[in-house]
């Protein structure tokens, strides 16, 4: 069964759910009752509306990466920590510390993650301020303090290879159990069928860490928005999307011709477009109704490869995307009002 988001609001639907069970349970024995038990058999969706955020992410590379950190920087007061993977001598943290910024969330710590050597995905350099400080390095300190901040589930959002995600499953295991995590990643008709999807392929022993620990137990079912359903010119910025012609205006603000700035900077020197994998992904985590997921038992080869197995892992897999709605959205979330967001100093 398709876990579909829907836009009945959650409250309306959890009544009808309730509703329903109570029907049942007044008619033992027939199809009504039935679908009472099957719908006991299925807890109700945990609510994570509001619940502390951390992003991973390769951001400074696609300018993908930057649109979905400044959506939820915009639209996400509880935007706690940015991580980045794939790190790039810590500049990847410092483009983050220093679009956060720009954007007033000061309260939003960035740690560098873990570097995977010299990657030729950087494209950024030119467009951070020297007086930009490199940033702290500590990921699972800065981890343990987000997840100290709450007693409940914390959300990650993974928009980079897994490194990052599996030294903290590794290096602090009562952890596991309180992630919700989404991941950008994975592919069951990836473009090049001889290799992995990007972010699987970067880190694969680190994938195989994070699905070994689900497999456990250990993990709560994680979310993949997988390249099938990302891949896809619906969901492209370009230098004629009418989004790039707001950031890159006169009148814009000033986070908003960095982004600008990246976009071109990526465009000249690899692709003259930027779809929109992450801010999907960001969009999953943030429970809006855009993708669709159903429980998949997926099993991984020694190269990264993805699919469909029933001797595989359970996780929820991308089935379908809204794309003309999300779009609207991501627009509407970069360009539009922001949302209230604390007051306070982050880590500077």
């Known amino acids: 069964m398709s876990t579909t988001r829907g836009q009945v609001p959650r409250d309306e639907l959890l009544r009808h759910w309730q509703a329903m069970i109570g029907a049942g349970e007044a008619v033992p024995g027939s199809g009504l009752a039935a679908t009472a038990d099957a719908l006991r058999g299925s807890p109700w969706p945990e609510d994570l509306r509001g619940t502390p955020l951390i992003i991973d ?20 007061p509880e935007l706690q920590l940015v991580l980045t993977g794939d790190e790039s001598n810590g500049d990847r943290a410092r483009f983050a510390r220093h679009l956060l910024d720009l954007m007033g969330r000061h309260d939003v710590a960035t740690v560098a993650g873990i570097s995977l050597g010299v990657t030729p ?6 467009l951070i301020p020297e007086t ?5 390095a500590d990921v699972v300190a800065a981890v343990r303090r987000v997840l100290d901040s709450t007693d409940g589930p914390v959300r990650w959002v993974g928009m980079a290879p897994l490194s990052n995600l599996a030294h903290v499953l590794a290096a602090v295991p009562n952890a596991a159990a ?28 680190a994938a195989h860490q994070v699905l070994a620990a689900v497999a456990a137990g250990l993990l709560p079912t994680p979310e993949f928005v997988a390249s099938e359903v990302t891949f896809t010119p619906s969901i492209e910025v370009t230098a004629d999307s009418a989004l790039y012609t707001w950031m ?22 690899f692709y003259p477009g930027s779809m929109q994998h ?5 969009s999953a985590a943030l429970d809006l109704p855009f993708v669709d997921s ?28 809204e794309y003309d709605p999300f779009m609207r959205w991501l627009t509407q979330t970069l360009a539009g009002a922001p949302a209230a967001v604390p007051a306070t100093g982050g880590n500077g």
């Open 57 to 76: 992410t390769d951001i400074g590379g696609d300018g993908d990466d930057a649109l979905a950190v400044a959506a939820a920087a915009r639209c996400a």
């Open 121 to 126: 995905y950087f494209v950024v350099e030119h």
């Open 132 to 136: 930009v400080s490199r940033q702290p």
């Open 178 to 205: 309180r992630l919700r995590v989404t991941q950008m990643g994975g592919a069951l008709r990836y473009r090049n069928p001889e290799t992995a999807e990007h972010n699987v392929r970067l880190d694969v022993p």
């Open 248 to 269: 890159s205006s006169e009148g814009a603000p000033a986070w908003a011709g960095l982004l600008a700035d990246h976009l071109d900077a990526w465009f000249s020197r």
């Open 278 to 282: 992450d801010a999907l992904t960001l």
């Open 294 to 321: 159903e429980p998949t038992r997926i099993a991984m080869d020694g190269i990264g490869r993805t699919t469909v197995s029933d001797t595989g892992t359970v996780l929820r897999w991308s089935i379908t995307a």
